[in-house]
């Protein structure tokens, strides 16, 4: 899984509560990247960093959905309050030269 | 019209054939393209990344780009039971890290 290590690997919570899933990048990278899958969407970017700095966001779909990076090997994205509709498996990535690298993935279900 | 068109298939071949997986996309703008393998429950592992149209060869895989007819495909020759995954083609444009995803190809080999 690329030397991407993501927390919790599972998740159910309840609507209305909030959800913190945590990325730990172990290998060097230039990016880092929250993707979404889901059966109909498939797989969409949510975010990325560039040197922990934000640079596309405009996939996070709403303002319940916030992502920070506040050093090389850490990130997380919250989602406050969360909805059934936000049941989905989110994957952490690293990317570099050019390539781009998935961890295992949160399996999030939202009840 | 989206982004990039995948068939979902499924595709159930039996173990040695050579299976053809195929994405079309809309966007000139797309330069780098790559074709991912994901098993069940496991992240999305990469397979092949190409720039240039022509062909790109890596042991039993082939990716090919035709740009001029916005056609990707990838051929496994001497399919293998292991090879039974889901395969996703990603795209990205020029200036930005963001792939976009095709919706991925389910493919089965029979032993």
């Known amino acids: 899984d690329a030397g991407v290590i993501q927390s919790p690997r599972h998740e159910v919570t309840e609507m209305g509560q909030e959800v913190t899933l945590r990325c730990k990048p172990i290998?060097?990278?230039?990016?880092l990247f929250w993707y979404r899958q889901t059966m109909m969407r498939g797989l969409e970017l949510l975010i990325y960093f560039n040197n922990n700095v934000p640079i596309d966001d405009s996939g996070m779909p709403e303002d319940r959905f916030s992502a920070k990076m506040p050093n090389a090997s850490f990130s997380t994205l919250k989602i406050q309050p969360s909805e059934p509709r936000d049941s989905a498996v989110y994957f952490c990535?690293?990317?570099?030269?050019?390539?781009?690298?998935f961890g295992p993935g949160t399996r999030l279900t939202v009840l | 019209q989206k982004e990039v068109e995948q068939d979902p298939g499924p595709l159930s071949v039996p173990e040695g054939a050579i299976v053809s997986l195929n994405c079309t996309y809309s966007?000139?703008?797309?330069?780098?393209f790559m074709w991912y393998r994901q098993y069940s429950r496991k992240g999305p592992e990469l397979l092949m990344y190409?720039?240039?149209?022509g062909n790109k060869e890596d042991g039993r895989f082939t990716a090919q780009v035709d740009k001029s007819s916005k056609y990707i495909s990838l051929f496994i020759r001497d399919s293998q039971p292991s090879d039974s995954a889901t395969y996703l083609c990603a795209l990205r444009k020029g200036g930005s890290e963001k792939l976009v995803f095709g919706k991925g190809t389910k493919l089965t080999v029979n032993p």
């Open positions: 290998s060097g990278h230039d990016y």
């Open positions: 990535g690293v990317g570099r030269d050019n390539e781009q690298f």
């Open positions: 966007n000139s703008a797309f330069q780098y």
């Open positions: 190409t720039y240039s149209s």
